[in-house]
């Protein structure tokens, strides 16, 4: 943790039978508003997955908590650190899954694709003859992928399935290597590709976020940044934050050339939503984003909603 860095940003993952999610759902909220720690857990009974930041002891707290269930264990698990709390409020969240491909009876417990390490991820994606697809959506796509990565222009993951019928890949029965920012959702996609039954199909051990705390610069084969749920925005080689900022209208990502646009106000338009949104609609962001001054001016954090509704991006 460099200095100042306070706040420990953990990411986390793990798909295990957990038909006791509300169970711990209630566990896990009351242990982490007792820590005071913010952020986002989904539970299913497919297992958990989410972005939590506090102290490193709030942390260590539910650390503890998890690693006491055997079902937890091999969790993947990532952290990071920031000067001050990304996250305004703590959601612990019951779901049908944890990371929403839509498909019936995919389950990477029993099937998922061959695991790549940061180490070997560059010779495999170097080969001609391997596919590489980018199982994101379209928004982080656009700030950052590996070198040759075909982007399916998904605007959520459950689209995935339908890109990959368009692709006819079945048919075609490439080699396949996916990768996604922390890894959960090529733990889905390969599974799907497996059930397919494509044989030859890789993806990146702990995502994008692995490989950028790993590989040196000068080794890499990623082209610009990695989109982050969270307040950060992006990060780069050895996970550091880049100068990307929200659009507050469609929690979009913004690079400086993007906030130079005519089309940019703070908190309430964007060259990507401009046309998305009503007068209407936008009078009521740009009091939103007069409140959340005013608050700022205040030292305190305003609380109230942070986006619209249709527009909270999640891991999905």
Same mark, same amino acid.
């Given at each position: 943790?460099?200095?100042?860095?306070?706040?420990?940003?953990?990411?986390?993952?793990?798909?295990?039978?957990?038909?006791?999610?509300? &169970?711990?759902?209630?566990?896990?909220?009351?242990?982490?508003?007792?820590?005071?720690?913010?952020?986002?857990?989904?539970?299913?009974?497919?297992? @958990?997955?989410?972005?939590?930041?506090?102290?490193?002891?709030?942390?260590?707290?539910?650390?503890?908590?998890?690693?006491?269930?055997?079902?937890?264990?091999? +969790?993947?698990?990532?952290?990071?650190?920031?000067?001050?709390?990304? !996250?305004?409020?703590?959601?612990?969240?019951?779901?049908?899954?944890?990371?929403?491909?839509?498909?019936?009876? @995919?389950?990477?417990?029993?099937?998922?694709?061959?695991?790549?390490?940061?180490?070997?991820? $560059?010779?495999?994606?170097?080969?001609?003859?391997?596919?590489?697809?980018?199982?994101?959506?379209?928004?982080?796509?656009?700030?950052?992928?590996?070198?040759?990565?075909?982007?399916?222009? +998904?605007?959520? !993951?459950?689209?995935?399935?339908?890109? =990959?019928?368009? %692709? %006819?890949?079945?048919?075609?029965?490439?080699? =396949?290597?996916?990768?996604?920012?922390?890894?959960?959702? /090529?733990?889905?996609?390969?599974?799907?590709?497996?059930?397919?039954?494509?044989?030859?199909? !890789?993806?990146?051990?702990?995502? @994008?976020?692995?490989?950028?705390?790993?590989?040196?610069?000068?080794?890499?084969?990623?082209?610009?940044?990695?989109?982050?749920?969270?307040?950060?925005?992006?990060? +780069?080689?050895?996970?550091? @934050? +880049?100068?990307?900022?929200? /659009?507050?209208?469609?929690?979009?990502?913004?690079?400086?050339?993007?906030?130079?646009? $005519?089309?940019?106000?703070?908190?309430?338009?964007?060259?990507? /939503?401009?046309? &998305? !949104?009503?007068?209407?609609?936008?009078?009521?962001?740009?009091?939103?984003?007069?409140?959340?001054?005013?608050?700022?001016?205040?030292?305190?954090?305003?609380?109230? $909603?942070?986006?619209?509704?249709?527009?909270?991006?999640?891991?999905?």
């Amino acid at each position: 943790m460099n200095a100042g860095q306070d706040i420990v940003v953990a990411a986390l993952y793990k798909f295990a039978a957990l038909p006791d999610c509300r &169970e711990w759902q209630q566990r896990l909220q009351e242990l982490c508003e007792q820590h005071g720690i913010k952020g986002t857990l989904l539970l299913a009974e497919e297992g @958990i997955n989410g972005t939590i930041a506090g102290t490193r002891e709030a942390i260590d707290a539910v650390k503890a908590l998890l690693e006491s269930d055997k079902r937890f264990d091999g +969790t993947e698990y990532k952290e990071s650190f920031a000067d001050e709390q990304p !996250f305004h409020r703590l959601k612990v969240r019951i779901k049908k899954e944890i990371v929403t491909l839509g498909v019936e009876g @995919i389950d990477p417990t029993c099937t998922v694709g061959t695991y790549v390490p940061p180490r070997e991820w $560059n010779d495999l994606i170097s080969d001609p003859d391997v596919l590489l697809i980018d199982t994101r959506n379209d928004y982080e796509v656009a700030i950052g992928r590996f070198k040759g990565a075909i982007d399916p222009h +998904t605007e959520s !993951f459950r689209d995935l399935p339908r890109w =990959v019928a368009e %692709q %006819q890949l079945v048919e075609k029965k490439p080699r =396949v290597a996916m990768y996604c920012t922390g890894g959960i959702r /090529c733990e889905k996609s390969t599974a799907y590709l497996k059930s397919l039954g494509l044989e030859e199909v !890789f993806h990146l051990q702990g995502g @994008i976020l692995k490989y950028l705390e790993e590989i040196p610069a000068e080794e890499s084969l990623w082209e610009g940044a990695c989109f982050v749920f969270d307040e950060r925005v992006a990060v +780069t080689h050895g996970l550091e @934050i +880049t100068d990307h900022e929200l /659009c507050r209208a469609c929690r979009r990502p913004l690079s400086a050339s993007e906030r130079a646009s $005519n089309h940019f106000e703070p908190g309430v338009s964007c060259p990507h /939503c401009i046309d &998305e !949104f009503d007068d209407r609609q936008r009078a009521g962001f740009r009091e939103r984003w007069r409140q959340e001054q005013l608050a700022k001016a205040r030292g305190e954090k305003h609380v109230g $909603n942070t986006q619209p509704a249709s527009f909270n991006r999640q891991e999905k």
